[in-house]
């Protein structure tokens, strides 16, 4: 009897914090703390609060339904942080579809609009998972509803407009919120974001691959990338070693041979993914590999790709991310035509491989395609930004005739870390005007002419250091 009444009261608190977050009017005068109003959103808890010039930061706890379709199911919390500014000011609504920094940071166009910025970690990823975790309850559309909610309690105090943004799988978030909520936001910055629409069919990789950079650059890391596996037999004796030091364990993907394959076959998309060409001509990458000791081809893989990353040690964080992509994402496959096939035992392994055996796992070939029709005949005010050297933009979002006020650009040279700053002048003025006009701060002078559009906020080395998407793994 005990069991049944908490279970009701839990359910009364639910559905008062479901109902509560969309309501209208805020609970708290104008007048009242901003922390006040925040922690009077039913199912809103302060972890704590930091200061910044300018700014107040919170990292709060936001109850979530596990199964939004049936919040009877149980909740969870969910961890979110409020970059506060001014409640006059417009949010930018932000998530890199992983976990969330407890730090203050800026993302661009928080400081193009000088806004507020509210941030999501990702459901599943702790400490935002459930306990126990029912995994079948993680996909986009559940994500899709976790920004939902946050957005519908959190309107009330910041009413004025709402830009989401997101970079490499936050990219991906911001335009899964954006098909499934679109009348949420009032404009989308989506960097970086894979568009995967035929799981199977992943040739854009590999013609990629084939012309990207230099071919003296191509070429000197192809070697190393089959040196690496030439030598396997040393090296593995060295990643042995590491192992045993270090206490890493290969339970998941099955056996360090396998660990160390996935490692090198990473080395070549690792390096477009995070360097630059002219990194190419560093000491990290040698210049004759097979001259070169077996020290300089470990530093030169363990470098870019990173030993650790396939021990079950290195996976676990990423577990949310290897289920969505082997049940909806989708995850890419590539070839590796300078390295003989007596060399290679497993090739670019599944996204299976990675996630522990005793979560169940099925693929559907729908998610992706839907919403890349969807992208193609609604867009509507959103700007996708790639990197030219970029192998996650082999297959980007693309805008069908029927999109409106929505644009795809390419910063030139740039990679994983491609953003509005980098593109060509003409591209980065009139992106960083349609911001502004989508955020509602648009000046007049830039309404005019968006060759005047310049961010609003001034750049500060410490809330705007432009990290790479580094969350999104080699084989995301």
């Not at 379709?69 to 001014?86: E, I, S």
């Amino acid at each position: 009897m005990r069991k049944a009444l908490r279970w009701v009261l839990s359910l009364v608190v639910l559905i008062g914090t479901l109902s509560t977050a969309g309501a209208a009017t805020a609970a708290e005068p104008d007048t009242a703390d901003i922390k006040d109003r925040l922690l009077a959103i039913p199912g809103v808890s302060l972890t704590e609060e930091k200061l910044y010039p300018g700014y107040r930061f919170f990292v709060l706890d936001f109850t979530q339904p596990v199964d939004h379709r049936n919040p009877a199911k149980g909740t969870f919390q969910q961890r979110v942080t409020v970059l506060h500014k001014d409640t006059s000011r417009p949010t930018v609504f932000y998530t890199g579809g992983y976990h969330v920094s407890t730090n203050p940071g800026r993302r661009e166009p928080t400081q193009i609009v000088d806004g507020n910025q509210v941030s999501m970690e990702y459901r599943y990823f702790t400490p935002s998972r459930p306990a126990p975790a029912d995994w079948s309850k993680l996909d986009i559309w559940q994500a899709a509803s976790d920004q939902h909610r946050i957005f519908r309690a959190l309107k009330k105090i910041y009413g004025k407009k709402w830009i989401s943004t997101g970079g490499s799988k936050g990219g991906m978030t911001a335009t899964y919120y954006e098909r499934f909520y679109p009348k949420d936001m009032d404009g989308v910055v989506a960097y970086v974001a894979p568009n995967d629409v035929v799981n199977r069919e992943d040739s854009a990789y590999d013609r990629f691959f084939a012309t990207v950079g230099t071919k003296e650059c191509r070429d000197r890391l192809n070697a190393v990338q089959r040196e690496a596996l030439v030598r396997r037999e040393s090296l593995e004796k060295r990643y042995a070693g590491v192992a045993a030091a270090e206490g890493f364990t290969f339970d998941t993907i099955g056996s360090l041979d396998k660990a160390y394959e996935a490692t090198v076959l990473d080395y070549v998309w690792g390096f477009w993914q995070y360097s630059r060409l002219a990194d190419c001509d560093s000491d990290v990458i040698p210049k004759d590999a097979r001259n070169a000791t077996d020290d300089e081809i470990w530093t030169s893989v363990d470098t870019i790709s990173g030993f650790s990353f396939y021990a079950d040690q290195g996976l676990e964080p990423y577990t949310p991310y290897f289920y969505q992509a082997g049940t909806q994402l989708g995850a890419p496959t590539i070839r590796f035509p300078h390295i003989e096939r007596k060399y290679i035992r497993y090739g670019y392994q599944p996204p299976r491989n990675f996630v522990p055996r005793d979560i169940g796992m099925r693929f559907q070939p729908h998610a992706m395609r839907d919403v890349d029709t969807w992208v193609r005949a609604n867009a509507k005010q959103m700007l996708f930004v790639y990197g030219e050297n970029d192998p996650w933009g082999a297959e980007p979002f693309r805008l069908g005739k029927k999109a409106r006020d929505s644009y795809v650009f390419t910063a030139p040279g740039a990679n994983h870390g491609a953003n509005v700053a980098g593109l060509v002048e003409s591209q980065k003025d009139l992106a960083t005007a349609r911001i502004l006009k989508w955020a509602g701060v648009a000046p007049a002078t830039v309404q005019e002419d968006p060759g005047k559009a310049k961010p609003l906020a001034k750049f500060d080395s410490k809330l705007d250091r432009r990290d790479i998407e580094r969350e999104m793994t080699l084989r995301p």
